[in-house]
């Protein structure tokens, strides 16, 4: 059906953060996936692992006891604030799993007739119904109407804003169930969460008894630099979820709990293919990856030199660059208000120069290259980043 808006070329083959197309043109991805290739293309690691799998068994369902799904989950657990996990296959059923917890909560632990669940205002959480009403963005719900209850929004790094809106939702009595935020807004223009406004929320969370739910889809399994993006706000959510890096470009999401708001019992929720083996291998091997080869410290390393050369940059084209934001690997370059280059232009016109970029709304180029990326291609990154500009200014 017409739900993408394509580019016109035809990606067949890749390796590392280089991909292919049909007439044997080859890019550099700065995309992977949209943030989902953690190892890259054809990475040896996965592809074996994967192999092996396939070779071994590749679903059985959530009937039985499943191995690898353990192994995810152990590590998981051992590496980061959670203790418990729910696997799906997908970011969007991740946060529905989530919303559906925060109702249970609110209904069962607060006695709560008809729980409110607050969200930011320019945030993202994924298609479906549930997680499009709780996107704060008016065009994600045009006639999808009527829209699923319950949710409000304030503005992201807005204390006074949430405050405000908590006092209105509440004027009656306790109303709000949970918050569900994400620490680096993605989708709505790589929005870097303020530390002081998230320990300020948690604060208000925990005096009033909100479950502060973190959507760390795009943000987690090491692309802001840290394992997940909470850890650069110096606060822990209660509940968080994952999906995009997680399974190194394999459909695998997951929600993680703390055991306090581990709610969920036997029957609750389900998922046919929701933390099936291979995704489970494909997850574990991503996470195992990353640790054997210190891809942390090469984010970091590289997230530096990106910024540094796309503030260069941005100084280079003042009429058209305003400035750079984002954390590690996920970073966005923001076009002014002057400029008549949207995103989408220069996502056209980088394809002249064998880049792969991908936008976070009208003016903000987004970049999220493989967290293998080497210094090499960073300078080819930004090579290419300005021969688009030179020829599209
Ligand atoms: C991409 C994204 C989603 C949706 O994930 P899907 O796998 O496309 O359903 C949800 N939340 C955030 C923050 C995202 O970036």
Redesign the pocket.
Known sequence: MDTYKRLPIKIVRGKGCWVWDQNGKRYLDAVAG??TCSLGHSDNALRRALTRQLNQIQHVSNLFEISEQEALASWLVDHSCADRAFFCN????A?EAAIKLARKYGHFKRGIEEPVILAAKAG????TLA?ISATGQPNYHKGFEPLVQGFEFFTYNDFASFEKLLKQIENKGPRVAAVLI?PIQ??GGINTGNEIFFQQLQAECIKREILLIF?E???GMGRSGNWWGYEHLGVEPDAF?I??GLGGGHAI?ALMVKQHANFFSPGDHASTFGGNPFACKAGITVATEIERRNLLTNVNKRAAELNDGLIAITKSFPNHLHTVRGLGLIQGLVLNEETTITAQLFTKAALNEKLLVVPAGPKVIRMVPPLVIKASEIEELLKRVKATFRNIE
């Open positions: 949209i943030a997908s970011g969007a059923e946060n993202f959480h994924g298609r997680a994400e993605g989708e959507d889809v795009q943000t979820t999906a995009k999401g």
